[in-house]
């Protein structure tokens, strides 16, 4: 489905980023697992993935700096000569509640969250517009960036930000054959989750209809249909895969 295909995915070593890499190399990309924090997990990946007939490599990056990740999509476009997919899945949280929240931690969220997913599009989309072909998607919480939740205001913000780059990049880049959607996941089995206690996690529970978290294999399964030609009549849209959610 994705034969040879050049698929960057940002935070890609674990969680859900982790899962689309694994199914895109399962059909056919060569994977750029990006990472910024632990080498071994992104290594970890690659490793798996190329015992498995994979392709994939590892690239760490920063991507809320801006030169660097000139210098990060500029590597990838000098060693394979293009972009085909690009995927934005790097993230971070620093909850607290809006009057005791510090400038620092709201500044890290935007700049990771949403100054990133800007960075890298700016880079990306260069390649692309040549090619006159390609797929990019974003990640947002379908629950914070939508509905907003109490104690993420700088989560919430950074993710509803993304819903307006969806829409504005896709209309920049249609004319260049470029699709560009966002995916909105609800609450996942992740890193982020685990650490929920119980009460909370049967309280999430209980406000989702199919009454379950989602696995990063099932929201991998809808991103490796946004990377495939089968999307190609798919752009600026916002797709929920939250259990119903958000209706």
């Known amino acids: 489905m994705l034969n040879e295909k ?9 969680g859900i980023g982790a899962a689309i890499a694994k199914k895109m190399a ?30 994939a490599v590892t690239y760490k990056c ?35 509640l ?16 949403l100054k990133g997913t800007f960075n890298t599009i700016r880079f990306a989309s260069r390649a692309m517009v040549k090619q006159r072909k390609g ?3 974003f990640f947002h919480s379908s629950v914070s960036g939508v509905t907003g939740n109490a104690g993420q205001a700088n989560y919430s913000a950074s993710k509803a930000g993304i819903i307006g780059l969806t829409k504005s990049a896709a209309r920049e880049l249609a004319s260049r054959n470029i699709n560009v959607n966002a995916i909105a996941p609800g609450f ?5 989750t685990i650490t929920l206690s119980d009460k909370v996690k049967e309280g999430a529970k209980g406000q989702i209809p199919l009454g379950r978290f989602g696995k ?6 809808l991103a490796l249909f946004l990377s495939s030609e089968k999307s190609d009549y798919i752009t600026g849209q916002v797709i929920n895969i939250d259990g119903g959610m958000v209706m």
């Open 216 to 221: 990063p294999e099932e929201v991998a399964e």
């Open 62 to 96: 920063d991507v809320s700096d801006f030169d660097k990740c000139e210098k990060f999509i500029g590597d990838i476009v000098k060693e394979y000569g293009r972009i085909d997919i690009l995927v934005n899945n790097a993230g971070i949280t620093r909850d607290g």
């Open 26 to 55: 399962e059909n056919g990309a060569n994977v750029i697992i990006n990472y910024q924090g632990s080498v071994q997990a992104a290594q970890a990946l690659e490793a798996e993935i190329r015992e498995k007939g994979g392709k």
């Open 98 to 113: 809006l009057m005791g929240m510090k400038e620092e931690d709201f500044d890290s969220v935007i700049n990771v969250n």
């Open 135 to 137: 797929k990019i998607f």
């Open 6 to 14: 050049i698929a960057v995915i940002t935070g890609a070593s674990r």
């Open 188 to 192: 996942v089995d992740t890193d982020m």
